[in-house]
């Protein structure tokens, strides 16, 4: 079974631009989820997506928004780019059935620079 | 506030001996607890986990602890092998706020050396 496969792999962008990062679950997942790495921050949740619906979010602004489509790929959006949005952008799928515990399996990432 | 926290920002470890990973929690709405471990340039890579009605659990190498009391969580790797090396995250989430949300410590880097 194929993994989480994101794209691209990297970007680089300039200060005010937008940006549009894509995520493909694991076949048969239904929930994406998107994380931000930065070395200061670590690993920081900043939304998830369940049957296209936003089911949780994390505390960062609206700038970084996202959504799901009916295959369950996923798309992350970031809007007014700022320097301190250069990050690995991770995203991760799960089968989120809440019947019992889930487990996240991630992809390999984008890296975002902001210049 | 870091409700997740790995206070070893590194460890070196003997190849062949045992390698013991810490992580506390502050938040005891966490029910369910995950170890990854991340290779530079990769996303972080499942392991092992452990949900808060077991206090072990065991896959091959790989054990992790759980101390509800204590809200101290560790992985055991034994015997530590070289291509162990890579920064070990833990990671918590609760049924009352989303299973899929994770709050992840900052990361363990561990090196074994041969």
């Known amino acids: 079974k194929a993994g989480v496969t994101q794209t691209p792999r990297y970007l680089i962008k300039t200060r005010g631009q937008q940006v549009t990062l894509s995520c493909s679950p694991i076949?048969?997942?239904?929930?994406v989820s998107w994380y931000q790495q930065t070395p200061g921050q670590g690993l920081q949740f900043l939304f998830e997506?369940?049957?296209?619906?936003?089911?949780n979010k994390g505390n960062f602004p609206g700038r970084f928004s996202g959504r799901q489509f009916s295959n369950s790929r996923s798309e992350m959006n970031v809007s007014t780019l700022e320097l301190g949005d250069s990050a690995l952008y991770l995203c991760?799928?799960?089968?989120?059935?809440?019947?019992?515990?889930?487990?996240?399996?991630f992809g390999p990432g984008t890296r975002l620079l902001v210049l | 506030d870091q409700q997740v926290k790995q206070n070893s920002p590194s460890l070196s470890v003997q190849e062949g001996r045992i390698s013991i990973l810490n992580c506390d929690y502050t938040?005891?709405?966490?029910?369910?607890f995950l170890w990854y471990k991340k290779y530079p340039a990769e996303g972080p890579t499942f392991l092992i986990s452990?949900?808060?009605?077991?206090d072990k659990n065991e896959d091959g190498r790989f054990t992790v602890f759980l101390n509800k009391s204590a809200k101290h969580l560790s992985l055991h790797i034994v015997p530590s092998q070289p291509g162990d090396s890579a920064v070990y995250f833990c990671?918590?989430?609760?049924?009352?706020?989303?299973?899929?949300?994770?709050?992840f410590g900052t990361g363990t880097r561990l090196t074994i050396i041969p």
């Open positions: 991760a799928s799960s089968l989120a059935d809440r019947v019992g515990l889930e487990t996240q399996y």
């Open positions: 076949s048969g997942h239904r929930s």
């Open positions: 997506y369940f049957s296209e619906t936003q089911r």
């Open positions: 938040n005891s709405m966490f029910d369910y």
């Open positions: 452990i949900s808060s009605i077991k």
């Open positions: 990671a918590a989430s609760g049924s009352n706020f989303g299973n899929e949300k994770l709050t």
